[in-house]
Structures are given as C-alpha cells and as structure tokens.
C-alpha cells in the first residue's frame, strides 16, 4: 500500500507539526514497510526548522510543475492555487482504498489512519486465505 499525504502550500507550522508526529510514530509505520509520501506545491522541500524527517519512511514528492497535477487528478486542489490536507492510501492495485480530506488546520490523526491501513491488513490477509 501507498500512503499520500497533501500538504497545503504555504502552511509550514501545519506541516512541520504533521511530520514530528509522523516521526513519533515511526516505528509503528516501519513495521508496516511501507513507505509514505508528502506531496507539496513547492519546488523543493523546505527545512523544518531543525527537525530532521526520516526520509526513508516519508518521502517528499513535488507538485509544482504543472502546479498541482497530481492534487488535481486527486480532487484536493483548491481555486487560489492551494490543496486540501488530505491523505489517501492506495493498494497495489492502484485503487484508493482510504480518503480523507481534512480542514486545513486540522492535522491528521494519525490513530485513524493506523487504524484504517491495519483494517485494510487484515481484510487484505483474510481474503488471501481464501483464495
């Protein structure tokens, strides 16, 4: 499974807040071996202010040029030239199989989306067994 994460552009406290928690619960997602993407309207990633983001767990895609294709494409792209906050995981199959978008100044929670890549786990597991 892929995990997309669409920051707003401009907003770097959201951002940098989003990634410390993400950090927190770095061993949860290495568990998980999957390896999760921050997609921005920025050139390049912005320094965070002296806090390191593992880049081996949360990658930093761009989305500047054309600006804002990929949040296009994923319905979160706002007129003014911003995205939602939003994440979406995606299966191996290239299906969305968790969405939500949340209020620019709300971040993430981050127990709901464990929640929902371990239930897709578990469905994924127990279809294989029947197969």
Do not use: C
């Amino acid at each position: 499974m892929l995990l997309l994460l669409f920051t707003p552009f401009g907003l770097d406290t959201g951002m940098f807040q989003s990634d410390a928690e993400y950090e927190s619960d770095k061993k949860w997602f290495d568990r998980t071996r999957r390896i999760f993407f921050r997609l921005a309207l920025m050139r390049f990633q912005p320094k965070s202010h002296g806090r390191k983001v593992s880049e081996d767990f949360l990658r930093f895609l761009s989305d500047f040029h054309p600006k804002g294709m990929i949040a296009e494409k994923y319905g979160v792209m706002r007129d003014g030239g911003i995205t939602e906050r939003a994440i979406f995981v995606v299966d191996k199959l290239g299906a969305i199989v968790f969405a939500r978008v949340y209020d620019i100044p709300t971040l993430p929670d981050n127990a709901e989306v464990r929640q929902a890549l371990e239930t897709l786990e578990k469905t994924r597991k127990e279809s294989d067994r029947m197969l």
